[in-house]
């Protein structure tokens, strides 16, 4: 039973690395630390761009798509207008009132 102690003993505050690595670690990247955020902040102005500029092109449309409806508009009224005549004569209410009842009979 004689157990021998072991000539060198094993403990966790041993240095793994040199002292001068985590400085220059550390050092490398105060240096950089603005440049860290600069891929976040293109991208989020990227989305921001492309947001606006689908929203421009819907206004477009919208837009494209209401004077499409108010030229319709207005070209009914003026057939109507043509058709029924603006009630300003009788000759022209005479000629509203054939029209529509021509109309009417087919």
Do not use: C, F
């Not at 030229?71 to 009132?97: F, I, K, T």
């Amino acid at each position: 039973m004689n157990r021998q102690q072991p000539s060198r003993l094993l403990t966790t505050s041993a240095r793994v690395y040199p002292s001068s690595l985590p400085h220059l670690y550390q050092a490398s990247h105060k240096s950089s630390k603005g440049l860290k955020w600069l891929p976040p902040l293109v991208g989020i102005a990227a989305i921001g761009y492309g947001i606006s500029t689908y929203r421009e092109a819907q206004m477009q449309r919208r837009v494209a798509a209401m004077e499409q409806a108010e030229m319709e508009r207005q070209r009914r009224a003026n057939m109507l207008a043509d058709a029924y005549g603006d009630r300003g004569s009788l000759e022209e209410l005479e000629r509203a009132v054939r029209a529509y009842e021509a109309q009417q009979s087919q």
